[in-house]
């Protein structure tokens, strides 16, 4: 069993304010309360685009246990490391295997995610295709 902080019942009301920046300038991020109530074994947002869509965005790689995406509407093309290039449709969801490489290679004006992660805090890591080499990007 796992062993998760169990924290109080919590509800997250929809609004305008609950949205805010974040580690992608052309996102934006609503945090649903989960960093709270499990003191930071898990991450659960929603993220939506604010800007178009400008081409790959980055082969990158996230330093954690556990992430699962939904999307919720929109579109999204996600090449990953093994697999090669996915086209997700609203309410197309994927396990994004812990390390996995992968990079967003474009997004609808209109892409809305749900991610969850675990833990909360956790680096993401930039990778060089050509070379292999890594720096930490957020
Ligand atoms: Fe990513």
Redesign the pocket.
Known sequence: MLNFHKGPFHASINSEESWSKGLRPYLEYRELGMVKATKGQVQAHAIRAIKPCEGPLGY?Y?DLEFQMNYLLRGSTRVEFEGVGEIEFNAHDSWYQKPGIR?EVLHYSDDMMVIEINVPAEFP?IDVDRKTGAESVYG
């Open positions: 990158h996230h992968h993401t």
